[in-house]
Every structure is written in structure tokens, then in C-alpha cells.
């Protein structure tokens, strides 16, 4: 079931306290450098105030009141715990899931009129009511997605204290409409790093907006990754470190993290790391302009004492490639180009100079190397970008019909072999090939596969009889950075309205793909999704609907333009009001690096 989901982008993190060493954001990547104003952007309509417990009032009245009361806003469970019993209270934990719904149905139980009128027989009476819902989401404890439910039995237990029913057993968990949530929950990432310490790997999340923003990411941040992702990220925040208060933004837009803990535990370099990952997360809030962090009293910077803010505290760990290129790279004639649209240029290396028989190409972050494929599609050579008379290295020589190489920051190619229907990945390390095993998609008719910069996802489109699935898998690693292996796949929640098919799709963010289709005869439709399955289309700037059958999307994470081809005809999805030349004749194969 595909369910709604407005989704945007916000932050945050963690205490207060004493603070100082101030670490300012870096001014590319993921932050958005903004003027700071009183509050956090963009909280939705008015406070809401729900009414309390009243005296005399059904179990079921005491279930639908305390229902109603989890939709306080701003977000509150003040009113909410007076519908709990005394012990309730105390055991309650609601950051530890949440859930939504698109509709409830009846509560179901002991009908009881008024505790007054009611056999309740001794104080210890207790009676159990359930709820139904319907277009069930759940969330868990950092405000990752987890899985959509077509229904869920919500069960609560009440229990008499003083003459009136209050709830004594209740899941941990915030229960409120998937339509409320919309309004004040916002999808952002949370940055942990990958098992080898090289990048940083974002992991999607929603968090309450407003300010409760700060602390929402903090705690996600203290949380060591378990099961699947323990493979796939780390946080380098010690064990024990707890949140001290609140997550204030000064009048400098410096977010003030104080954290409790052992600061004898934190060594430079530990706090170092720790800083990039909060510098990349709360620098998704553009109030948010530099992080002062402590542990236990103590501050940690990375400016040797100097008090000069630190603009390159993580860019060293861009989950996109610290050295990853801009510019497009195409073949024309047969030979490799690489510049803008208004000025491809000819590369001085082997595919740069010769006609060598290639359809495709996909090249390194960097720019350096390009791997092609031959034009029968079984073999994939991989040859420096600008090297005069250098060698063609040739790796890849028993495809049967081999996609263009998709590479990750290790420089390591992965091809999909399409195999007649029986799809083959490959990894290529140093020019040695292994197969790799994806679950669900090894050995099936899989059209095209993506592997994320960080190497951390991996994403295949699946055609099926009578309709194509976009899956998404982690990639684990050991602490060498060695492929250990890919998970099971989630499937994304593609739009039935899109059309069966998917005729490409790129990255649109680390986190996000967009995916193109052709709903109608005459019209393509182009959708951004999250790779961790949650429903709904991600918005995203410019058109996403056009006229005419869309061969290809031209895309990148990194936020440079998103183009769609026609023939000759380009459009750039991000700017659709800017003119955009049309492919000199000849161009084919274009694309951004990765």
C-alpha cells in the first residue's frame, strides 16, 4: 500500500550546558548557509490543546481522549500521560516507536458507561480495549522507517485507580495520523561513518520539527547501529554518552551540544569524528551555522586552541567523494568527451583518441578513469581519462550484455551483466572480478543496478511480468573495506499510477533516486524516491512531468542539474525555464561521473 508522505529536509541535535570551541559548518556538501532568525523554519498551522481526562468517563472515552491528546501541538505528551495510570506514567516510553495510521476503527472491549454506575468489583479492576487501524506505518526509536501495515490491532489495558479508568499497558510508541505526521514529523539524514572510517554514510530519519529538532537527531546519533547496519555504519559517539538537556541555537546560529559522559574516554581524533557527524547533520538546518560540543564538562574543537572556526571540519568524509568531478562525460563518435553541454571537449586518453568499438561508458568519481563497454556489450575495459598512449586494461571479457560500470569512492567498479535474464553483478578491485550475490536479484531479469558513492546501497531495477520493481539492498563491509555481502531488498513504493515499466533511474541524493517512467502514451513521468522504502515521493525542484518518451536521466547526487533526453532534445529537470542546447549529432552515452 503506497501511503502519502510529504517529505522535506530538516535536522538536528542534541544538550546544552557550558559550551565553547565553536566548529562552523562546511560551506558545500550538505549545508545551506542561511540568515538566523528566532525560531526553526516552517512549523505548520496552529498549537492545538487537547482536553484532559473528565471525571466519570467510559474505558473506551479514556482510550479515544488519550488517542486524541497524542496529536497535541507543538508536539507534546503532557496531556496524553494523564490518561495513564499512575505506574503507566513512570513505564512510558513513546520516543521508542512511532506509529501512524490513515484511519482508526472502532475501539472494541468491555463497554463500560461510568465507573460510578459499573460493577467494578475490587479497586484492582481491569479491562482490556483494542483499536483497528488501517495504512499502518512504523518508525522506529531514531525515526527510521520500518515497514508499512495494511491493518494493526492497537491493545490497551485499563485499569480503575480512585474510581476512574486510566490506561495501564500500552505500547511504547507515539500513536498518531499519518496526516498529522506529515505536518510536524520532517525526513533528514543522521551521519554515522562506514566500518573503515573513510565516509560518512546518511541514514534516513524522520524528526519532529521545531525545537525538538536537536534533540531528536542527537539521540540518533548516540545510538550504535544494530543487526543489518552494523556492517554498514558506525557511530563514534562513546557508549554511555548520554544528551545533558537541550540542543539551544544561539542569536550566531551555533547549535550547543553538551553531552554527559567520561570526557576521558574522548581522545582527539574520536572528537574529531564526532563533530563531522554533527556538523553534517545539524548542518541540514539552515539556522544552523557552526556546533559547540562538550563531554562532561570539557571541550572538544579541532582548531588547536586557535578560536578560528573550522570551515573544513568533515569535508574530508563527503559520503559523495571528496574528489568527485561535476562535469558530464558523453561519447561522440565513438570516442570519449567530457565538459558541459554548451562545450564537450576530447580526452587525451585511449578512448579519447580512437574509435575502439564502444556504446557505453561510465567513469570514476574523480574523473580519471573510465570503464567502456564494447559495442556486443560482453566485454568492459577499463583506461586512464587523459593519458596519452596509455594502456587499455581489459577485465570484464565473458559479458553476454553488460551495463555501463557504476563506481563508488574506492574506486571499485560494479557491472551488472545482464546475462540473457539471469543477472550477474560484478565487482571490479584493482582489475580483479568477483561475483557478488544479491539476494532476490542475482539470476533474475534485472535491467539496471546503482551502488551509492559511500558505497552503502545498492539499487536494482527488477522487470517482472507485468511490472518493474525498484529494490534497495546495504552493502556490508569489514573493517578493510572487503564486501562481505548485500542484504535482502526492500522494495520502493512506486506510485501505480506511474506505469508498469521504468525505463531508467539515477540518484537524485545519497538517499534519493529518481526514477522514470511513462504513465501515458505521449508523457513521461519522473519521481524522486528514499532508498530505506518509506512511502511517498521526495519533493525536489523543477518539472517532473514531460511530454514525449524520455530515453535517459542524466543524473547526480551531489545536487548538480538533472537533465532528460529525447533524441537530441535535453531538458533540465532542476531549471526547466533555462534553455538547454540540443546534443551535438553524434552524442551518446552521457552522464556525470560515478
Request: aromatic residues 6%; glycine residues 10%.
Amino acid at each position: 500500500m503506497t501511503l502519502r508522505r510529504a517529505a522535506t529536509m530538516v535536522a538536528a541535535v542534541v544538550a546544552a550546558g557550558i559550551l565553547a570551541g565553536c566548529v562552523q559548518m562546511p560551506t558545500d556538501g550538505p549545508v545551506v548557509k542561511s540568515p538566523v532568525s528566532a525560531a526553526v523554519q516552517d512549523l505548520p498551522g496552529i498549537s492545538y490543546d487537547p482536553r484532559p481526562p473528565r471525571r466519570g468517563q467510559s474505558g473506551i472515552d479514556i482510550v479515544d481522549g488519550f488517542l486524541e491528546a497524542m496529536k497535541a501541538t507543538p508536539i507534546s505528551k503532557t496531556v496524553a500521560r494523564q490518561f495513564l495510570s499512575v505506574q503507566a506514567q513512570k513505564t512510558w516510553v513513546p520516543e521508542e516507536r512511532i506509529i501512524t495510521y490513515v484511519d482508526l476503527g472502532a475501539t472494541t472491549g468491555v463497554e463500560i458507561e461510568s465507573p460510578d454506575e459499573a460493577d467494578l468489583g475490587s479497586p484492582d479492576s481491569t479491562t482490556a480495549m483494542s483499536v483497528t487501524m488501517s495504512g499502518v506505518n512504523l518508525y522506529d526509536y531514531q525515526g527510521a522507517w520500518e515497514r508499512t501495515q495494511l491493518f494493526r490491532q492497537l491493545d490497551i489495558s485499563l485499569v480503575q485507580e480512585n474510581g476512574e479508568w486510566r490506561i495501564d499497558a500500552l505500547p511504547d510508541a507515539l500513536v498518531v495520523p499519518e496526516s498529522w505526521f506529515d505536518d510536524w514529523y520532517r525526513r533528514v539524514s543522521l551521519y554515522f561513518f562506514d566500518p573503515t572510517t573513510e565516509v560518512l554514510v546518511p541514514e534516513p530519519v524522520f524528526v519532529p520539527k521545531g525545537e525538538q529538532f536537536t534533540s531528536a537527531v542527537v539521540r540518533g546519533l548516540l545510538a550504535e547501529p544494530t543487526g543489518e547496519s552494523a556492517q554498514v555504519a558506525r557511530t563514534y559517539f562513546p557508549p554511555g554518552t548520554k544528551q545533558a538537556l537541550s540542543v539551544p541555537i544561539n542569536s550566531a546560529g551555533v547549535a550547543e551540544v553538551a553531552l554527559t559522559g567520561d570526557p576521558d574516554t574522548v581522545d582527539e581524533l574520536t572528537a574529531e569524528r564526532m563533530l563531522a557527524q554533527l556538523v553534517w547533520t545539524l548542518g541540514q538546518e539552515p539556522l544552523i551555522r557552526g556546533v559547540r560540543l562538550s563531554v562532561g564538562g570539557r571541550v572538544f574543537d579541532s582548531t588547536d586552541g586557535s578560536n578560528r572556526p573550522n570551515l573544513d571540519v568533515g569535508r574530508g568524509y563527503d559520503p559523495n567523494g571528496v574528489r568527485s568531478t561535476g562535469e558530464l562525460f558523453a561519447l561522440r563518435g565513438g570516442m570519449v568527451v567530457r565538459g558541459s553541454l554548451e562545450s564537450l571537449e576530447v580526452t587525451t586518453g585511449p578512448f579519447g583518441q580512437t574509435d575502439l568499438g564502444v556504446r557505453s561508458i561510465g567513469v570514476n568519481l574523480s574523473g580519471s578513469r573510465v570503464g567502456a563497454v564494447s559495442s556486443d556489450g560482453t566485454r568492459v575495459d577499463i583506461a586512464p581519462l587523459e593519458t596519452p598512449d596509455a594502456e587499455v586494461v581489459p577485465v570484464i571479457s565473458d559479458g553476454v550484455n553488460l551495463q555501463p560500470p557504476v563506481w563508488d569512492f574506492r574506486d571499485r567498479a560494479w557491472v551488472l551483466d545482464r546475462n540473457g535474464g539471469r543477472a550477474r553483478i560484478l565487482l571490479v578491485v584493482d582489475g580483479a572480478v568477483r561475483e557478488v550475490t544479491v539476494p532476490r536479484v542475482s539470476g533474475r531479469r534485472v535491467t539496471q543496478i546503482l551502488v551509492s558513492r559511500d558505497s552503502s546501497r545498492f539499487v536494482a531495477v527488477v522487470r517482472g511480468p507485468k511490472a518493474d520493481r525498484v529494490v534497495a539492498s546495504r552493502i556490508q563491509h569489514d573493517e578493510d573495506g572487503r564486501v562481505l555481502r548485500v542484504t535482502a531488498p526492500v522494495p520502493l513504493a512506486i506510485p501505480i499510477e506511474d506505469g508498469p515499466r521504468v525505463r531508467d533511474v539515477g540518484w537524485r541524493s545519497p538517499t534519493t533516486v529518481s526514477l522514470l517512467s511513462d504513465p501515458t502514451e505521449g508523457f513521461s513521468q519522473v519521481r524522486t524516491l528514499s532508498v530505506d522504502g518509506s512511502p511517498g515521493e521526495i519533493a525536489t525542484a523543477g518539472t517532473s512531468r514531460l511530454r514525449g518518451a524520455v530515453r535517459a536521466l542524466v543524473t547526480a547526487p551531489q545536487g548538480t542539474e538533472v537533465f532528460a533526453v529525447v533524441g537530441r532534445e535535453v531538458t533540465n529537470l532542476s531549471q526547466p525555464e533555462r534553455a538547454v542546447v540540443d546534443l551535438p549529432r553524434g552524442v551518446t552515452s552521457l552522464t556525470f561521473a560515478g
